[in-house]
């Protein structure tokens, strides 16, 4: 059974940088694309970076040269990066894994938190 456990969120004040890094029960070659999303309160969950089985990253308009994602060091994970964090990415951090006929693997989230 594939799972995915998100860490390293916390409480940070503006302008300060975190490191998410999501852990697969699996070598992440295992999936066609891995992906971070998050949700604010009363938001819709939204897209933030993808990263495909080539290596090919994306990150929304709206983050990049703030956030990147990248494989960690172990096979088994993917982090994001994030540089410079403002009040407005408040939001519960998802990590996401995508395999070819199967219903998208999601983990639990972690909260991240900045403070003005």
């Known amino acids: 059974q594939v799972y995915l456990v998100e860490s390293g969120g916390g409480l940070v004040q503006a302008g300060e940088s975190l490191e998410l890094s999501c852990a697969a029960s699996?070598?992440?070659?295992?999936?066609?694309?891995m992906g971070w999303y998050r949700q604010a309160p009363g938001k819709q969950r939204e897209l933030v970076a993808t990263?495909?089985?080539?290596?090919?990253?994306n990150v929304v308009d709206s983050m990049k040269g703030r956030f990147t994602i990248s494989r960690g060091n172990a096979k088994n994970t993917v982090n994001l990066q994030m540089n410079s964090l403002k009040p407005e990415d408040t939001a519960v951090y998802y990590c996401?894994?995508?395999?070819?006929?199967?219903?998208?693997?999601w983990g639990r989230g972690t909260q991240v938190t900045v403070s003005s």
């Open positions: 996401n894994a995508i395999s070819t006929g199967f219903m998208p693997y």
């Open positions: 699996t070598t992440i070659a295992a999936f066609d694309a």
């Open positions: 990263l495909s089985k080539s290596g090919t990253t």
